[in-house]
Nanobody, 121 residues
């Protein structure tokens, strides 16, 4: 199983980026996909997730600015990030559960390699 995260970069405050997570070796549509981020000196946090039924949830700080989506035909997920703020600067990771409970994250989940988002003027 491999998750390939991409789409990060340098953007000015107020700008937009779209992150992609391409899965191989697993049917991503059958499971939750989550986007996490880790800023320097901070713990990794869940930013957004879409579960196997399509329900989407977001951390409060990104509500109204970020949109998670999935394309089952492409076995991929996306994170559209608008109105970016310097506080959004972090390495962003996608994650899929490896266990039998398709909507529950666990210790040995599959992770993408991370893509760096830098929001700065």
């Amino acid at each position: 199983v491999q998750l390939q995260a991409s789409g990060g970069g340098l953007v000015q405050p107020g700008g937009s980026l779209r992150l992609s997570c391409a899965a191989s070796g697993i049917t991503a549509s059958a499971k939750t996909i989550g986007w996490f981020r880790q800023a320097p000196g901070k713990q990794r946090e869940l930013v957004a997730r879409v579960n196997s039924g399509g329900t989407k949830t977001y951390v409060e700080s990104v509500k109204g600015r970020f949109t998670i989506s999935r394309d089952n035909a492409k076995n991929s997920a996306y994170l559209q990030m608008d109105t970016l703020e310097p506080e959004d600067t972090a390495v962003y990771y996608c994650r899929i559960p490896s266990g039998t409970r398709r909507d529950v994250f666990g210790l040995n989940d599959y992770w993408g390699q991370g893509t760096l988002v830098t929001v700065s003027s």
